[in-house]
């Protein structure tokens, strides 16, 4: 079997010097934009886990940047709770939180809860519970950076 080379002699030249039209699709250009977007979501996808809601007592986390005075929630040792500094009742609790965060602009708010290492884990998890049933949604524990690392 032979080839036909045409009158050119050339494999792909057509008449009248043109090249011919190139039937192949370039995936150079999708291949970049695919290994971008790999390393953007590898970048975010840890960033979307740092809201969950839990803290160890100690870490070596950075601190968040706030615009407001944080609104601070605290359960001491003996199991008596706080608003900023203020001491207040179980009972009190969610009806106080409503009308501070309702003053300073709803119940998107991040609330920083505070407890004591040796505090009662039961009152902490009522506190937390209290908060959650009242609709409370943003509340994150505060830690101390872990010393000796």
Same mark, same amino acid.
């Given at each position: 079997?032979?080839?036909?080379?045409?009158?050119?002699?050339?494999?792909?030249?057509?008449?009248?010097g043109?090249? *011919?039209?190139?039937? $192949?699709?370039?995936? +150079? !250009?999708?291949?970049?934009?695919?290994l971008v977007?790999?390393? #953007? %979501?590898m970048?975010?996808?840890?960033?979307?886990?740092?809201?969950?809601?839990?803290?160890?007592?100690q870490t070596? *986390?950075?601190?968040? $940047?706030?615009?407001? +005075? !944080?609104?601070?929630?605290?359960?001491?040792?003996?199991?008596? #709770? %706080?608003?900023?500094?203020?001491?207040?009742s179980?009972?009190?609790?969610v009806?106080k939180?409503?009308?501070?965060?309702?003053?300073?602009?709803?119940?998107?708010?991040?609330?920083?809860?505070?407890?004591?290492?040796?505090?009662?884990?039961?009152?902490?998890?009522?506190?937390?519970?209290?908060?959650?049933?009242?609709?409370?949604?943003?509340?994150?524990?505060?830690t101390?950076?872990?010393?000796?690392?």
């Amino acid at each position: 079997m032979g080839m036909n080379m045409g009158a050119s002699g050339g494999g792909g030249r057509r008449r009248g010097g043109r090249k *011919a039209v190139m039937a $192949e699709i370039n995936v +150079t !250009p999708m291949v970049d934009v695919m290994l971008v977007l790999l390393i #953007i %979501f590898m970048v975010s996808a840890p960033l979307l886990t740092v809201g969950v809601p839990l803290d160890l007592p100690q870490t070596q *986390a950075k601190s968040l $940047e706030q615009d407001k +005075t !944080p609104l601070q929630l605290s359960v001491d040792i003996k199991g008596k #709770i %706080f608003i900023n500094d203020t001491e207040v009742s179980m009972s009190e609790l969610v009806p106080k939180l409503k009308a501070i965060t309702d003053a300073r602009g709803g119940f998107e708010e991040r609330i920083f809860m505070r407890a004591d290492k040796k505090a009662d884990y039961g009152t902490v998890a009522r506190v937390m519970g209290q908060l959650s049933g009242a609709g409370f949604k943003r509340l994150a524990l505060v830690t101390e950076v872990e010393q000796g690392s």
